[in-house]
């Protein structure tokens, strides 16, 4: 009887794969836009290359085993205290803009591993409590125009977790967001600012009608009309229309069409779900909180733990990065450990 793994000597099961084998697929497979691991800018301190892995799949890797990626799982992502299993966190966010960019990056011959990297470290550099963060710790930078998770999420890697990402990683995680000028250098990036968008979109709006804040039948005409019901189909849609315009121009992008149709959708999701009254309430619960954290460890920096923290940085600096890095249950039981009281109407386990 013959065993599927029984070979002989001259067909091994198995084949070694080196870096140089795959930075050599690279040159040979990918498209002339994509980047190659190879032609990275590098790393601020010059390291010995990895035998097997490509320099942006070591960064991936890296990123994967950090503090910071591990916090993700108890930082919220849209609903504060949701009741149910089913709410999306930071961390499952994550994975899925992860999800999305790959998809997007191999279908147009882009460098995975590169869009792998940027998807899995962008988020990390978020507050508990979603972006309310931003608004709570903005008021304590004014001269550098306020305080963004981005620019968060490179100085965690940079600084509090150097992990010696290569430029090209680090310059993705910067400028994912859309708000942010000027916009990430490589196509790879390109690819996690949609993915970014598409996600966030498609589960924030599941996530709504689990809590009831939404049904089917509210989401505009034009939305169901493009994209159909909400959920999967939407993905797959928008995935579609960022692969197909990308193929036929230059750059990846979304065509101006559908691109019109999602921004309906984000202005519907910021209407009547992110900035809705219940929501606000919330919100403005997350941000005094996420501020008497502020306050009180301003007053009292030698409370702050040694590790994790940048001694070299001014005070205001230290405490953000210590209270940015807190999950949305440990920044409560801090502030109820603190002040007698949890923040909220109750605790966020």
């Known amino acids: 009887m013959h065993h599927p793994h029984v070979t002989t000597n001259a067909s091994p ?4 794969l080196t870096r140089v084998d795959r930075e050599a697929a690279e040159i040979e497979r990918l498209a002339p836009a994509a980047t190659r691991s190879a032609a990275s800018r590098g790393r601020v301190r010059a390291e010995e290359p990895d035998r097997y892995r490509t320099a942006f799949e070591r960064d991936r890797d890296r990123i994967v085993h950090s503090k910071a990626f591990r916090r993700l799982k108890h930082k919220t992502q849209v609903f504060l205290n949701p009741e149910g299993d089913h709410f999306i966190t930071r961390l499952t966010h994550t994975l899925q803009v992860h999800q999305i960019a790959r998809s997007i990056a191999a279908a147009l011959s882009l460098n995975e591993a590169l869009a792998e990297a940027i998807a ?5 550099g978020h507050t508990p409590f979603g972006h ?16 963004h998770h981005a620019a968060q999420s490179v100085r965690i890697f ?5 992990l010696n990402l290569t430029w090209e990683v680090r310059d993705g995680i910067r400028a994912h967001s859309w708000k942010i000028d000027p916009p990430p ?21 599941l996530d709504a009608m689990r809590a009831g804040v939404l049904t089917e039948r509210d989401f505009p005409a034009a939305v169901q009309a493009r994209f159909g019901p909400p959920g999967k189909t939407w993905i797959g849609a928008m995935i579609e229309a960022v692969i197909e315009e990308s193929l ?3 750059e990846v992008r979304m065509d101006p069409a559908t691109l019109a149709v999602m921004n309906e ?23 005094d909180l996420l501020r008497r954290l502020m306050d009180w460890h301003l007053e009292h920096p ?37 002040f007698g009281t949890p923040g909220f109407g109750g605790p966020l386990d």
Not at 136 to 145: E, H
Not at 158 to 162: G, K, R
Not at 186 to 201: F, G, H, M, Q
Not at 266 to 281: I, T
């Open 13 to 16: 099961a198995f084949r070694r």
């Open 120 to 124: 899995l470290g962008h988020d990390v």
């Open 132 to 147: 309310t963060g931003e608004d709570a710790l903005s008021p304590y930078f004014p001269r550098t125009g306020g305080w």
């Open 158 to 162: 940079e600084v509090l977790e150097d």
């Open 185 to 205: 250098a490589t196509e790879e990036a390109r690819c996690v600012r949609y993915a970014d968008r598409i996600a966030y979109l498609t589960h924030d709006a």
């Open 248 to 250: 036929a121009g230059n």
């Open 265 to 287: 959708l984000r202005d519907f999701m910021f209407a009547r779900v992110y900035l809705n009254a219940e929501q606000k309430v919330r919100t403005a619960q997350a941000v």
């Open 302 to 338: 030698d409370e702050l733990p040694d590790s994790y923290r940048d001694t070299h940085a001014d005070r205001v600096t230290q405490v953000a990065d210590y209270v940015a890095g807190m999950t949305d249950r440990f920044a409560v039981r801090t502030h109820e450990r603190l």
